[in-house]
């Protein structure tokens, strides 16, 4: 084949090609615009809410006082509303409230520091965080509420064993999520404070710990509410106060109402710290950026 | 002591383990750097200027040779180069300022001192009124910018730079150059700069090495003899592009006998 033919062939093919778009047929096509959402006011988006918390409640109290469903299992807003007055008036209500929030609290505390020390620590040795390493991710993955029994025997019936267990929740994650940032310090930037002559611990005060600030911050609210599961937790299976006995002894006599209160009490509790805890986050997250 | 050198590399080599055998990363390079002298590295990627420059900052232990600093054998021990990595490492959670200072106060040196000495250095430097704001809020240039000072605040007569410029947009890059020429004069620093850019080098430097890869080595070291100060217009002078011809062969023979060999 001469060199004429090739050219000749190539430019047969080039023709072919421009003239296929042309040829082919477009099918036609729907025209569409660009979805909007229009946002609602503040207030509508509330007033909805109360709405539906309203018409829940309502169709609750009907419900039963119809005989839809079951009054005696289910209770009914009503009752539930007496109980809680009663519950205030001459319960010991906010011995059981203390006694769970100061669980929860130091529960919280040691678990959450401890958690973050460890995971730090491992910095300092990466011998030391391969041999730690399978044992911690075993804590982890064991369910730690399966242990709570074993707790209460060696803890005792009262604050510690509760504590105990608030701990062992908030403990393995504060530790692997302070590892996690303990692994994303950037290595250049260690090689960088090394190259100015910096000692292991000025690396760690001035680099590691700064660094990791924000991952021992973001697990605050997580803890708090693995906190108050554990407290809970061990108050279901032995206690002689907190909310979480009291909704157990409310279950096993029957009085719905007060499993009821006692539940609402705890969301209270509940929203109460979570609230706290997202607030001090939010000064902590200002302070670190400082 | 002059005409041993500031900073002299005797037979520095690195090599590595690997699972089929040793790799020479560095073949053994010496070289020996003149005080104030400003000196470039260029290279194909893979000829070993990082691992040269680990070395000299005592970032990593040769596995040969020594490396003098003002004749004494400094091999190994870190803190005595000023050495600036590519990227700009500016710690997000301090101030520009506070950023500056970080090698002074890793020395000991009192924080209001060190803030009291980069102040007014800042200022004469273009960072005037940023000294306060968080590295977030710089440009790259800006950030590059501090990074230098960093550097230079340090105080160390050597100092390494990593491709500085690398990431930069073509623009910045050039007010960047004079900015960095205007600082090398100012305080006499010997400078060692490694870049890709072949033009970069000659504009700024009094003597270039050429690194070639497998094993890294140094090429051929030529001589920048263009009088300074150099304005912009010395780029397109005869012997500019003469020894950006040069520079260019070198690199491209380097190039086709590490291709010749893989084939």
């Known amino acids: 084949m001469t060199i004429q033919d090739t050219s000749r062939i190539g430019s047969v093919d080039r023709d072919a090609a421009r003239a296929a778009p042309a040829l082919s047929v477009r099918p036609a096509r729907k025209i569409r615009r660009l979805p909007v959402q229009k946002d609602w006011p503040l207030w509508a988006i509330v007033a909805t809410q109360l709405g539906i918390l309203f018409a829940v409640i309502a169709l609750w109290q009907v419900a039963a006082d119809r005989g839809w469903i079951d009054g005696f299992f289910w209770s009914k807003p009503s009752a539930i509303y007496a109980t809680l007055i009663t519950f205030f008036t001459d319960g010991d209500a906010f011995i059981d409230i203390g006694f769970t929030f100061r669980s929860t609290i130091i529960g919280f505390l040691i678990g959450t520091a401890a958690g973050s020390l460890l995971g730090l620590s491992f910095w300092w040795s990466r011998n030391y965080a391969a041999i730690a390493q399978p044992f911690v991710i075993c804590f982890e993955s064991l369910p730690k509420l399966a242990l709570a029994p074993l707790v209460i025997l060696v803890f005792g019936m009262g604050l510690a064993s509760k504590v105990a267990i608030a701990t062992a929740l908030t403990l393995v994650v504060s530790t692997l999520t302070t590892y996690a940032g303990v692994r994303a310090v950037d290595p250049d930037q260690e090689r960088l404070f090394y190259s100015l002559g910096a000692s292991r611990l000025q690396v760690f005060r001035k680099l590691i710990v700064p660094f990791c600030l924000p991952w021992i911050i973001s697990v605050l609210r997580v803890n708090i509410g693995l906190a108050l599961t554990g407290a809970i937790v061990g108050e279901f299976i032995a206690s002689q106060h907190g909310l979480g006995r009291q909704i157990l002894y409310a279950g096993q006599t029957y009085d719905i109402a007060l499993v009821w209160v006692a539940v609402l009490v705890l969301s209270t509790l509940a929203v109460v710290m979570y609230v706290t805890v997202s607030w001090i986050e939010s000064l902590l997250r200002k302070g670190v950026k400082q | ?263």
């Not at chain 2, 977030?136 to 390494?160: H, N």
């Open chain 2, 1 to 263: 002591m002059a005409a041993l050198g500031k900073l002299r590399l005797d037979d520095v080599s690195m090599s590595f383990k690997t699972t089929s055998g040793a790799f020479a990363a560095l073949a053994p390079v010496t070289l020996a750097i003149p005080q104030g002298r400003f000196v470039s590295l260029i290279g194909p990627s893979g000829c070993g200027k990082s691992t040269l420059f680990n070395i000299i900052a005592g970032l990593l232990e040769p596995s040969g040779g020594r490396v003098m600093i003002d004749g004494a054998d400094a091999t190994g021990t870190i803190g005595r180069v000023g050495y600036m990595l590519q990227k700009d490492l500016l710690l997000p959670w301090r101030t520009v300022l506070d950023n500056v200072i970080l090698g002074m106060e890793i020395q000991g040196m009192p924080l209001r001192a060190a803030r009291a000495r980069a102040l007014p250095l800042l200022r004469r430097y273009g960072l005037g009124g940023f000294e306060h704001l968080y590295p977030s809020a710089l440009s790259g240039g800006m950030r590059q910018r501090a990074a230098l000072l960093r550097t230079l605040m340090f105080d160390t007569d050597v100092i390494l730079l990593d491709e500085p410029f690398g990431a930069l947009d073509a623009q910045t890059k050039l007010q960047m150059q004079e900015w960095l020429l205007q600082l090398w004069s100012d305080f006499g620093k010997t400078v060692i700069f490694v870049t890709h850019d072949v033009e970069e080098a000659i504009y700024l430097s009094d003597e270039i090495n050429v690194m070639a890869t497998r094993p890294g080595r140094i090429v051929e070291t030529i001589p920048v003899p263009i009088a300074r100060p150099r304005p912009r217009s010395a780029t397109l002078a005869p012997d500019f592009i003469a020894i950006k011809e040069h520079c260019l062969e070198l690199l491209t023979a380097g190039h086709a006998a590490a291709v010749g060999e893989a084939a």
